[in-house]
């Protein structure tokens, strides 16, 4: 009989076939992603859906195979018969596959009942069909098409199981899907081929046989595509929530796995889990260190064997964990057994774990070791009853010696007191109670955690402890009492039973806050008084170094210019070397003196209104002979408004100036110093500042760091260039806040100068002394070589008992053109003063027969008008307002500076 395929309806079967093995394979591989009723309910919606698919198939092929002629229907029992074995095999090929652990022969079964799945619902199928003619089969094709059916499901569920292991993806689903969609329509098609019908009569169809028709074949599609989407929908939300789920089980094994390592970390506690029967899964340090086990020793085993009778133990257990059952917890506290023997007490706490279907999964057991707790209870318990019997006992005499101790310990500045061994005071006198505050009638029986507090006594339990073991301690503490600190000195001796055994002890306390305080006086000053000695050598030696290089200098080229055998030349070099010598040995000697005052506190400066035009003559006239031996310029310029007066020491200030301008031009060797005078503000005030800038050595930054650091210079070799103490900065900032100032090293480059800052108060009313606001900037120059100074025969009565301070004057006076006597002291000078017709005096101070003071107090009380100049080597400013006020005219110190001299004596010749 011819018969041919319907090529629209072969593509759709071909089609179902796939789309059913997608769904199948999709919902059987979520059923191996859970246990339970869960797995079952997954993997019978995979065979129901793969059994349906093979049917729809089935069916709708056989539509496809067309006989011209011929009516065609089914048998109703068999084609139910042939579904329901399509899908309890493939059933059993999804349970199969689905096990933990899936081997070779479990995948060889599930494979063929796979393909049982397949070819038993064709071959039931066609043996279900109902037509007028019969089929020849050809029996090779019929083994083709199981073998395709066979090899096909094994490769199906091999990429199931695959996937199972490793994250599924689309497209591997999706071949296994077309593998198991061509198996299921290559079987059918090959099983098609191997049938030939022929025509034959036979009983027909009969009413109650399923007839075939178009309507029914969209019916059979319809419903299984219905069928299909909805397990393919179901295993998707599936998937989604296994994804959800995986991430909540990732985050759990990470606070399972914190937990864990809490858990184990846990030393004085037993947690430990176990199983539904008591047996242990899991072991911590702290169950390790309490029961002597190790965790290989015990896992698995049953709890019993920490009971002293394992056979009681177990019947114990099972009552322990039926208890937990039943009430949610257990409690107790029982006796158990280590590994070693040794038995403990232990508190238990027994608490069942569940599962996510809140069935219980096993149990939890804590025990933590309370046989320290046990023993000490005990214990308390013993020495109560001991403590009962002796009060009953000596009560009476207690009473008596109470009294007694009262009396004689409440008339006593120590702080007595007594406490038993359960730390509660039997006796406290007036004073003890004063200092900690306590009624002296409530103190009996309190506790001393009661009396001193809870912070101090756990302070003292160390010592407490140490006193109850027999020995007497001793202590000192600081505390606060009424406000202040106090210093307590303890002492704590035991007290003993007639069996020898403590029984409390007796508290003795002195307050020794004075001795401390004196202590510490005596300390403090013995530091002070080493830092003054230590201070005092550092500066003897500084001054012995510092005094004896320019005396020594003094002193040598003396003994040269003494000796016959120098030149000319060099006995003026050597006339020069002493006379520079000179002048540092009392720079060093003024500086010392003045940073001595300003050390201690007592320098004081005089602030008078100065003409600020003195100031700026004074820094040129003085400073610019030394610049014009060094062949330098000096230039002293101003700049915007500045005061016509200022309020400031001046004798301070030029100290100060000279000291910083002097410094530029000490260290310059060529180029100039200028002198820029201008107003800086400084918060709501301004500052007078003198910004020296000189183009000489300059300084590095880690020579600017010991600056101002006494006794210092920039280094050893400036030290020996150009010699000096390090005195004059650290004078001059010192100075400079004394005048409401500071200096400061604005800028510094080595090789190419520095930049001084030096500012002060100028102690002036802004709106009244200022000149006009409009900036200007005025700059004087000084010659290089500026004038000499005459004396004009100016007639001058020297006073000294100094024969070679008198030798040194005369000389110096007659060469500046002035006529000189002299005289040997007081007497003698007041005697030549009435005689002669002296325009000036000259008169030292201290001096034999009659002093400076006294002579000229006596030539002021005779009439003597003229100008008295007090010349002297006391130059502290004290002894200079003395001078002045005794009725000296001026006052000159020694070493004589040869200019200062004549230009004082010039203002005189006038």
Same mark, same amino acid.
């Given at each position: 009989?011819?018969?041919?395929? =319907?090529?629209? %309806? $072969?593509?759709? #079967? /071909?089609?179902? &076939?796939?789309? +059913? !093995?997608?769904? *199948? @394979?999709?919902?059987?591989?979520?059923?191996?992603?859970?246990?339970?009723?869960?797995?079952?309910?997954?993997?019978?919606?995979?065979?129901?859906?793969?059994?349906?698919?093979?049917?729809?198939?089935?069916?709708?092929?056989?539509?496809?195979?067309?006989?011209?002629?011929?009516?065609?229907?089914?048998?109703?029992?068999?084609?139910?018969?042939?579904?329901?074995?399509?899908?309890?095999?493939?059933?059993?090929?999804?349970?199969?596959?689905?096990?933990?652990?899936?081997?070779?022969?479990?995948?060889?079964?599930?494979?063929?009942?796979?393909?049982?799945?397949?070819?038993?619902?064709?071959?039931?199928?066609?043996?279900?069909?109902?037509?007028?003619?019969?089929?020849?089969? =050809?029996?090779? %094709? $019929?083994?083709? #098409? /199981?073998?395709? &059916?066979?090899? +096909? !499901?094994?490769? *199906? @569920?091999?990429?199931?199981?695959?996937?199972?292991?490793?994250?599924?993806?689309?497209?591997?689903?999706?071949?296994?899907?077309?593998?198991?969609?061509?198996?299921?329509?290559?079987?059918?098609?090959?099983?098609?081929?191997?049938?030939?019908?022929?025509?034959?009569?036979?009983?027909?169809?009969?009413?109650?046989?399923?007839?075939?028709?178009?309507?029914?074949?969209?019916?059979?599609?319809?419903?299984?595509?219905?069928?299909?989407?909805?397990?393919?929908?179901?295993?998707?939300?599936?998937?989604?929530?296994?994804?959800?789920?995986?991430?909540?089980?990732?985050?759990?094994?990470?606070?399972?796995?914190?937990?864990?390592?809490?858990?184990?970390?846990?030393?004085?506690?037993?947690?430990?889990?176990?199983?539904?029967?008591?047996?242990?899964?899991?072991?911590? !340090?702290?169950?390790?260190?309490?029961?002597?086990?190790?965790?290989?020793?015990?896992?698995?085993?049953?709890?019993?064997?920490?009971?002293?009778?394992?056979?009681?133990?177990?019947?114990?257990?099972?009552?322990?964990?039926?208890?937990?059952?039943?009430?949610?917890?257990?409690?107790?506290?029982?006796?158990?057994?280590?590994?070693?023997?040794?038995?403990?007490?232990?508190?238990?706490?027994?608490?069942?774990?569940?599962?996510?279907?809140?069935?219980?999964?096993?149990?939890?057991?804590?025990?933590?070791?309370?046989?320290?707790?046990?023993?000490?209870?005990?214990?308390?318990?013993?020495?109560?009853?001991?403590?009962?019997?002796?009060?009953?006992?000596?009560?009476?005499?207690?009473?008596?010696?109470?009294?007694?101790?009262?009396?004689?310990?409440?008339?006593?500045?120590?702080?007595?007191?007594?406490?038993?061994?359960?730390?509660?005071?039997?006796?406290?006198?007036?004073?003890?109670?004063?200092?900690?505050?306590?009624?002296?009638?409530?103190?009996?029986?309190?506790?001393?955690?009661?009396?001193?507090?809870?912070?101090?006594?756990?302070?003292?339990?160390?010592?407490?402890?140490?006193?109850?073991?027999?020995?007497?301690?001793?202590?000192?503490?600081?505390?606060?009492?009424?406000?202040?600190?106090?210093?307590?000195?303890?002492?704590?001796?035991?007290?003993?039973?007639?069996?020898?055994?403590?029984?409390?002890?007796?508290?003795?306390?002195?307050?020794?806050?004075?001795?401390?305080?004196?202590?510490?006086?005596?300390?403090?000053?013995?530091?002070?008084?080493?830092?003054?000695?230590?201070?005092?050598?550092?500066?003897?030696?500084?001054?012995?170094?510092?005094?004896?290089?320019?005396?020594?200098?003094?002193?040598?080229?003396?003994?040269?210019?003494?000796?016959?055998?120098?030149?000319?030349?060099?006995?003026?070099?050597?006339?020069?070397?002493?006379?520079?010598?000179?002048?540092?040995?009392?720079?060093?000697?003024?500086?010392?003196?003045?940073?001595?005052?300003?050390?201690?506190?007592?320098?004081?400066?005089?602030?008078?209104?100065?003409?600020?035009?003195?100031?700026?003559?004074?820094?040129?006239?003085?400073?610019?002979?030394?610049?014009?031996?060094?062949?330098?310029?000096?230039?002293?310029?101003?700049?915007?408004?500045?005061?016509?007066?200022?309020?400031?020491?001046?004798?301070?200030?030029?100290?100060?100036?000279?000291?910083?301008?002097?410094?530029?031009?000490?260290?310059?060797?060529?180029?100039?110093?200028?002198?820029?005078?201008?107003?800086?503000?400084?918060?709501?005030?301004?500052?007078?500042?003198?910004?020296?800038?000189?183009?000489?050595?300059?300084?590095?930054?880690?020579?600017?760091?010991?600056?101002?650091?006494?006794?210092?210079?920039?280094?050893?070799?400036?030290?020996?260039?150009?010699?000096?103490?390090?005195?004059?900065?650290?004078?001059?900032?010192?100075?400079?806040?004394?005048?409401?100032?500071?200096?400061?090293?604005?800028?510094?480059?080595?090789?190419?100068?520095?930049?001084?800052?030096?500012?002060?108060?100028?102690?002036?009313?802004?709106?009244?002394?200022?000149?006009?606001?409009?900036?200007?900037?005025?700059?004087?120059?000084?010659?290089?070589?500026?004038?000499?100074?005459?004396?004009?025969?100016?007639?001058?009565?020297?006073?000294?008992?100094?024969?070679?301070?008198?030798?040194?004057?005369?000389?110096?006076?007659?060469?500046?053109?002035?006529?000189?006597?002299?005289?040997?002291?007081?007497?003698?000078?007041?005697?030549?003063?009435?005689?002669?017709?002296?325009?000036?005096?000259?008169?030292?101070?201290?001096?034999?027969?009659?002093?400076?003071?006294?002579?000229?107090?006596?030539?002021?009380?005779?009439?003597?008008?003229?100008?008295?100049?007090?010349?002297?080597?006391?130059?502290?400013?004290?002894?200079?307002?003395?001078?002045?006020?005794?009725?000296?005219?001026?006052?000159?110190?020694?070493?004589?500076?040869?200019?200062?001299?004549?230009?004082?004596?010039?203002?005189?010749?006038?």
């Amino acid at each position: 009989m011819e018969t041919q395929f =319907n090529p629209l %309806l $072969v593509t759709v #079967s /071909i089609l179902v &076939a796939i789309f +059913a !093995s997608y769904v *199948a @394979l999709n919902l059987a591989y979520n059923g191996t992603l859970v246990q339970g009723r869960k797995q079952a309910w997954w993997l019978s919606a995979g065979a129901l859906a793969m059994g349906m698919g093979i049917w729809s198939m089935h069916f709708v092929g056989m539509l496809a195979f067309e006989m011209p002629g011929m009516a065609m229907a089914y048998d109703v029992p068999l084609m139910v018969l042939s579904v329901v074995v399509a899908i309890s095999a493939s059933a059993l090929a999804f349970y199969i596959t689905s096990r933990p652990e899936v081997s070779i022969k479990s995948i060889v079964f599930g494979g063929a009942a796979m393909a049982v799945a397949i070819a038993g619902m064709h071959y039931i199928g066609m043996y279900s069909m109902r037509m007028e003619a019969v089929i020849e089969w =050809n029996y090779f %094709l $019929v083994f083709i #098409s /199981i073998v395709i &059916a066979l090899v +096909a !499901s094994w490769g *199906a @569920l091999w990429m199931l199981i695959r996937m199972r292991h490793q994250a599924a993806h689309f497209s591997e689903i999706i071949i296994a899907s077309v593998v198991m969609g061509f198996a299921v329509s290559g079987m059918h098609y090959t099983g098609m081929y191997a049938a030939k019908f022929h025509h034959a009569d036979t009983e027909g169809i009969q009413s109650s046989n399923l007839l075939v028709s178009s309507g029914l074949a969209v019916t059979v599609i319809a419903t299984t595509l219905l069928i299909l989407f909805v397990g393919l929908i179901s295993s998707v939300l599936q998937k989604m929530w296994v994804r959800e789920s995986e991430g909540a089980k990732e985050s759990l094994g990470k606070s399972e796995e914190k937990f864990r390592h809490l858990i184990n970390a846990v030393k004085d506690y037993a947690i430990f889990m176990l199983d539904l029967n008591g047996h242990i899964t899991t072991w911590n !340090s702290g169950a390790e260190r309490i029961t002597g086990y190790k965790e290989e020793e015990v896992l698995g085993k049953h709890i019993s064997i920490f009971f002293v009778d394992e056979e009681a133990g177990r019947r114990t257990a099972e009552q322990e964990l039926l208890g937990a059952k039943n009430l949610g917890r257990y409690e107790a506290e029982v006796q158990q057994v280590r590994k070693d023997g040794s038995r403990y007490w232990a508190s238990i706490v027994l608490t069942p774990l569940y599962d996510a279907y809140e069935n219980i999964s096993g149990y939890s057991k804590v025990i933590r070791d309370i046989t320290e707790f046990k023993e000490a209870d005990r214990k308390l318990r013993q020495l109560n009853e001991e403590l009962e019997i002796r009060v009953r006992a000596r009560t009476e005499a207690l009473a008596h010696r109470e009294r007694q101790l009262r009396t004689i310990t409440n008339a006593s500045p120590i702080l007595i007191a007594e406490i038993d061994i359960n730390e509660r005071f039997l006796f406290a006198n007036e004073a003890f109670c004063k200092y900690f505050q306590y009624p002296g009638n409530d103190i009996i029986d309190k506790t001393l955690t009661n009396v001193i507090g809870a912070q101090r006594r756990e302070e003292a339990d160390d010592l407490i402890r140490r006193v109850f073991q027999g020995e007497q301690v001793g202590y000192e503490r600081r505390s606060r009492h009424d406000g202040i600190n106090t210093y307590l000195a303890s002492t704590l001796i035991p007290e003993f039973s007639e069996s020898n055994k403590v029984i409390g002890f007796i508290y003795i306390g002195t307050d020794v806050t004075k001795y401390k305080e004196i202590q510490a006086e005596l300390e403090k000053a013995k530091l002070a008084a080493e830092s003054a000695n230590s201070t005092k050598s550092a500066f003897l030696a500084n001054m012995s170094h510092e005094i004896r290089t320019p005396l020594g200098a003094i002193l040598g080229f003396s003994e040269l210019l003494a000796s016959n055998e120098m030149s000319p030349s060099e006995r003026v070099n050597s006339a020069e070397v002493i006379k520079r010598n000179g002048r540092l040995l009392s720079n060093i000697i003024n500086d010392i003196l003045d940073l001595s005052k300003v050390e201690a506190g007592k320098m004081q400066v005089e602030k008078v209104e100065v003409p600020f035009s003195d100031v700026m003559k004074e820094i040129g006239s003085v400073l610019s002979l030394e610049a014009a031996e060094k062949g330098i310029e000096l230039k002293v310029t101003s700049e915007g408004a500045i005061p016509e007066q200022i309020k400031t020491d001046p004798l301070r200030l030029r100290q100060v100036i000279f000291n910083i301008v002097g410094n530029a031009i000490k260290f310059t060797s060529h180029g100039s110093v200028v002198v820029n005078v201008t107003l800086l503000p400084s918060g709501k005030n301004t500052k007078l500042a003198f910004i020296v800038k000189d183009t000489g050595e300059g300084i590095s930054r880690e020579q600017a760091s010991n600056l101002f650091t006494p006794f210092t210079q920039a280094d050893v070799s400036t030290t020996r260039r150009f010699g000096g103490t390090g005195l004059g900065l650290v004078l001059s900032k010192k100075l400079a806040h004394a005048l409401g100032g500071d200096v400061v090293l604005t800028e510094s480059t080595p090789g190419k100068g520095s930049t001084f800052t030096i500012t002060i108060d100028p102690g002036v009313n802004q709106k009244v002394l200022f000149e006009s606001s409009v900036a200007k900037k005025e700059t004087i120059e000084f010659p290089l070589h500026p004038g000499r100074t005459d004396l004009n025969s100016l007639k001058v009565l020297v006073v000294d008992d100094s024969m070679d301070n008198l030798a040194l004057i005369r000389k110096i006076l007659i060469l500046a053109g002035a006529r000189v006597d002299i005289a040997s002291n007081g007497k003698e000078g007041i005697e030549k003063a009435l005689r002669g017709n002296f325009d000036l005096i000259l008169m030292d101070l201290q001096m034999p027969e009659m002093d400076g003071y006294e002579a000229n107090r006596k030539l002021r009380e005779s009439g003597f008008k003229k100008p008295i100049i007090a010349l002297t080597a006391h130059a502290m400013k004290e002894e200079k307002l003395r001078t002045l006020r005794s009725g000296f005219d001026d006052h000159l110190t020694k070493p004589i500076d040869q200019g200062a001299l004549i230009k004082t004596l010039a203002t005189y010749a006038i």
